[in-house]
């Protein structure tokens, strides 16, 4: 089963490579001893009553519990510091790159939670990604900004699978954005993507799994850290 909760986490604008803002206001000692009760102050557009019942019914399903779910999600969904050296005020444009289907990384935070921003790059000096204010885009590099300090240019060490895992992205231009991060990896449908989960889909497709910590949902910083790329451009 897959949480059907539209995540308003603040991470739908984050991965929009967003401006940054300041520290979460979430951290309150109350939630922080319940972890249901974090995972729902991080997310004020989702229902309470409709994320416990959705909750419960993984745990049952999962033979677990409630609280394990809620904890293993905030593992992975909590807050991340911005990158040693990240200028969060300065947009930069967004390099070149080597190979179509190399992948960009940038910081991103909004509301306190930085966990950044992905997409492809294309064969033209292109971008492919998905936005939150307009879903899968191809678009060109000059209209992708990235926060100066942290952005990075990979290449998959598999040759091979670079040009496959741009190509599914790009088959899938035009589709809605995913604002459910904390199971994303769990659905089979591919009607909306997320920024790290368009990327992960696209190198799936060509058998390599690029989660560095084969979590529940697979964030941007998990594709930045995956052992599968090699950094070749930082800036």
């Not at 909750?55 to 909590?78: H, I, R």
């Not at 497709?205 to 594709?223: F, L, N, T």
């Given at each position: ?60 399903e999962e033979n677990s519990t409630v609280e394990a779910l809620a904890e ?146 697979v964030y941007p910083r998990d594709v930045r850290d995956d052992n599968d ?7």
């Amino acid at each position: 089963m897959q949480l059907n909760v539209k995540i308003a986490i603040g991470l739908a604008a984050t991965c929009a490579a967003a401006a940054l803002v300041g520290a979460p206001a979430y951290a309150s000692s109350a939630s922080q001893a319940d972890p249901v009760a974090e995972l729902l102050a991080m997310m004020p557009a989702v229902d309470p009553a409709e994320f416990r019942a959705e909750l419960a019914d993984l745990a049952a399903e999962e033979n677990s519990t409630v609280e394990a779910l809620a904890e293993q999600m905030l593992a992975e969904a909590k807050p991340q510091d911005v990158d040693p050296g990240t200028d969060i005020v300065r947009d930069v444009p967004v390099h070149n790159a080597r190979h179509k289907g190399d992948v960009f990384y940038t910081d991103a935070k909004t509301g306190g939670v930085n966990h950044g921003h992905v997409g492809f790059y294309g064969a033209n000096r292109d971008v492919i990604e998905a936005h939150s204010s307009s879903g899968v885009r191809h678009v060109p590099q000059t209209q992708v900004r990235v926060k100066a300090g942290s952005a990075r240019a990979l290449e998959s060490k598999n040759n091979g699978a670079r040009n496959g895992a741009a190509d599914y992205a790009g088959r899938h231009v035009g589709k809605k954005y995913d604002m459910d991060f904390v199971s994303n990896k769990g659905k089979n449908e591919e009607g909306s993507f997320n920024c790290s989960e368009l990327v992960w889909r696209g190198f799936k497709s060509q058998g390599i799994d690029v989660d560095k910590d084969g979590g529940r949902g697979v964030y941007p910083r998990d594709v930045r850290d995956d052992n599968d790329f090699n950094t070749y451009d930082k800036y």
